[in-house]
């Protein structure tokens, strides 16, 4: 899977000093996660629906 750095999202509460995630939905269908701070270990994938679950999870403070 080749990702454009362009494309991808950083997360609206990531801060300078905090850890960070970075976000990018995939034609394939799945979603890629990756630190932002250890870009250079790669990412995870994961289906969309599941990481809309997890991010709906946290908005709602059940995780």
Known sequence: M?????AWHKSSYSKAEANCVE?????S???AIRDTRNRHLGHLT??????????????????
């Open 2 to 6: 080749n990702i454009t750095e362009s």
């Open 46 to 63: 994961v289906p969309v629906q599941e990481w809309a679950a997890f991010l709906s999870g946290v908005r709602t403070e059940r995780l």
């Open 23 to 27: 976000a990018v939905c995939v034609a």
């Open 29 to 31: 269908g799945n979603a």
